[in-house]
């Protein structure tokens, strides 16, 4: 019973982590770096035949060129609704409309704006950061009700201590490796 317990802690905390460093891939992808990016557009939603759709589900996006997405939309009659959900999503980019295709130029960035995007994808680190203390402050407290009940040891706890804080550690550093190669990415011209 008690294994299991640990067990469960343990396993509980590593989907956390999991979770976490997937949540800052996702913000990350989402920030453009002046180069096109189709998942720049995941969050986009175009209202269509009365509902909200993600664009993803209604069109084909590619990149056809350095800083240039193409949306193909599926349905002409919604190229219209298409394209208005694209600019009130306000993603800075410029948006054409040749009544077939939907192009995305995405404007070079100026080294003022780069290092404004990399204070922001700082932010979202320390937030990361933040997240995965918590989630260690969790899981210890399951480990110290455990020994406050009689269950386990003083050594058993600092032994377990230990364990999550190695745990934590590595996700830690996970999370900076993918700070440090989004940053490279947004400052290099």
Request: with cysteine; aromatic share 4%.
């Amino acid at each position: 019973m008690l294994d299991e317990k640990v067990k469960n802690a343990l396993k509980s905390l590593k989907e956390d982590l999991e979770k976490t460093i997937s949540h800052i891939k996702d913000e990350y992808q989402m920030i453009r770096a002046g180069r096109a990016n189709p998942h720049i557009l995941d969050k986009v939603m175009v209202e269509s035949y009365g509902s909200l759709v993600p664009l993803n589900q209604m069109a084909n996006i590619s990149v056809v060129e350095a800083r240039v997405l193409t949306v193909a939309v599926w349905d002409i009659s919604q190229m219209k609704n298409v394209a208005k959900a694209i600019s009130v999503a306000d993603l800075g980019v410029n948006v054409s409309d040749d009544g077939r295709i939907i192009r995305l130029t995405f404007p070079i960035l100026t080294e003022e704006r780069r290092k404004e995007i990399a204070k922001d994808i700082k932010s979202i680190l320390e937030n990361t950061k933040i997240t995965i203390r918590n989630q260690r402050r969790d899981c210890l407290d399951i480990f110290k009700k455990l020994k406050k009940d009689g269950d386990i040891s003083e050594d058993e706890l600092t032994s377990y201590e230990k364990e999550i804080q190695k745990i934590v550690d590595s996700y830690n550093d996970e999370s900076e490796k993918i700070f440090t190669a989004k940053e490279k990415e947004i400052l290099n011209i």
